[in-house]
């Protein structure tokens, strides 16, 4: 017999900002956890890859993750500490989901630990184990004529019990079983020993609510399908393109279908905003209990259950925001985004990812199709279809027949607007209203007004702890920053001179709605924004009114924007988008476009054609011209053409070093170390690389922020020159005052 090992080696993942594994002793047989653990060092603990341990670490327990077992001789005996608990009978993590992971860390150059624990739900992070409780219906099977007599006769009670499931239309639970005959447990192990019954976990709902059936599919919807069925079981990315209210979503429900009767699973992703009740409904009608939703409106445990009953196959379809693109299945079929191009898939803060992209692997990785949809496609996705790496798709007409409406710009510029409204949008807003229209009016700016400000000195009302100015909310008579949330009472004298005239500039939502509430006194007016929406709920109730189609007035931000479909409104109109042409930003002009197309397309979904209204005071500007000229494919493409005569992504990769301190020196400093760490690389003189410089908001929540910009068109060359330099820059330490990340494909340059 070969010698015992005294212990056995693995390395852990741990959430920590740090570009690093940790090893850890596991125990021999019996000792740790199952008690699985083979002597051998060739893979026989491979059981516990993916399994969480509880850990010591400094002098305190971290939960870490089982990567791989190491071989013992390449680890110090003596140094090397014992693991404390194994947390999971089963893994947590599947092996799929470890390599999209490893995938993830490395392309975004992010801590493998942090990404691990990012890939599992919040509840088991922090080192919770427990099983969600499933409830098991029993039913009964075909049973033998004789066998069924025989019961009957010689066991009256199990016969009892028998008779009460046999009569049930989804069987029963331990509870109702119960009341049928408290002694009920025996009686059930009787009636499982002979075979004429069984249980299962199916929720009680799922068998007895009639479905929706599909819709007919128009000529459009079914050449897509047509196409996309043929490429159903390989790795496939397909841009379905098509006008708001075209039946996109008709066409996810054809793929989710199919997919359910190969028993297959399905993530179906969309924006956060855009997980409403009407969509939830929607899917409720056509696929029953079928589907888990997950979103920020849920506690961890709430989002836990939902990601273990995908998991445990308890239901089939996923339909979540981001971090929903984690959820784990062995036999994942398809995964589905819904407006692709929204920002919102894009994780600015921790983990730096974009869902899209991971999702488009976790394809790959697995050999599936994965289906983007929007109105209005990102110049990403445009570029990819260009270059034919996914297959692209139009759906041009709504099934009503009503195009979106054309886009008509009211110029601003000479006119006096009242509460930000132009003459002309008064007197359509009228017309509509007459015609028992709805009327959207979007300003994508919430409080009274952004802009403060004394009128005999130069005093301003800006934040102390950002570089940006507090926005007055007249209702709580509060001044309020956007950005990190301070608030201070809006002063009565200024502060700075102590006169009296302090005057505020510019329109936000409040003050809208007040200036429509006066003049519409008759009409219901509804006003959707973070300051009058408390909660999903409230939310919900007033997007009910709204579908309730009677006529009524919607002011909106952006969380009105997309994603709804409310066939009453005639009339939409944003009443101030011209920031959008002056912004810094090379995304802005994208954004504009896209967020014009979506808000537009919210009107005229019903049987009465509808209108857009664009206020602008610079109707002469190009981009104004263009979106009454050209469609957003278009002009898309013409965004497109611009960003490859500059370089631009994605006709480049951006890697964004982030740094933030106490002082904007300090930031500077940790981003010269980063460069010259940079520099070291000889790719690097294939690459740009701007700055260190403050950032475009440079003080933000108290902290000083900076960045340098590493960007090239030629992927390869900055990939190899970061191949290069990260064991370096992994060592560049992040210190309790000056923080610094990565932030790989980064939305600013
Ligand atoms: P999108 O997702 O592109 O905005 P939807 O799938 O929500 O479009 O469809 C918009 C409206 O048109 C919905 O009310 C939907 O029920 C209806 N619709 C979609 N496809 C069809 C069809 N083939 N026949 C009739 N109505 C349809
Ligand atoms: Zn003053
Ligand atoms: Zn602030």
Known sequence: MPDKPSSHFASFAIALPLYRVFDYAIEPIDSVGTGEISNSSSGGDATHVGKRFLLPFG????????????????????????????LDDTPVLSEHMMALARWMASYYLQPLGEVIFQCLPTHLRSGKSEKPDRVKFWHAQTIDANLYDDIRRRSPKQFEILLAIEQSTSGLNAAQLKSVNSGWVNLIKALELKQVIRWDYSTPESSGATLEPPLQSSADQLQVLAQLKTRLDVFSVHLLDGITGSGKTEVYFHLIQWQLAQRKQIIYLVPEIGLTSQLVERVRRRFGEQFATSHSGLTNRQRYLAWHKFRAGDVNIMLGTRSSLFSQSDRLGLIIIDEEHDSSYKQVDGIRYHARDVAIKRAQML???????????????????????????????????????????????NVTLVSGCSPYLLKKIDWHLERKGQVLLFLNRRGFAPVVMCHECEWQANCNHCDSKLTLHHRINTLLCHH?????????????????DIKHYGIGTEQLEQGIKWRYPDTPIIRIDRDTIASREEFAKRLAQIQSGEPCIIIGTQMIAKGHDYPAITLSAMLDADQALFSASYRASEQLVQMVFQVSGRSGRGEVKGEALLQTAYTEHSMMQSLVTQNYRDIALNLLQGRKMIGFPPYARVVMFRADAMTLSEAMEKLAEIKQVLQTSVQLKHLNCIGPIPALMTRRIGRYRAQLCLFSQDTVKLRAALRETMPTLQSVKNTSTVKWVIDVDSFDI
């Open 59 to 86: 002098s305190g327990k971290k939960t870490g993750l089982f990567l791989n077992s190491i071989d013992d001789s390449s680890v110090s005996r003596e140094k090397t500490k014992q693991v404390l608990e194994c």
């Open 484 to 500: 990190c949330g301070h608030r201070q009472t809006m002063p009565l004298t200024c502060p700075k001179c102590q006169h009296a």
């Open 367 to 413: 050999d599936i199709p994965i289906v983007l949809g929007t109105a209005t496609p990102s110049l990403e996705s445009l570029h990819n279809c260009d270059r034919e790496h996914y297959f692209y798709y139009q759906l041009s007409q709504r099934p009503t027949w009503h195009a979106p409406p054309k886009i008509e710009l009211v110029d601003t510029s």
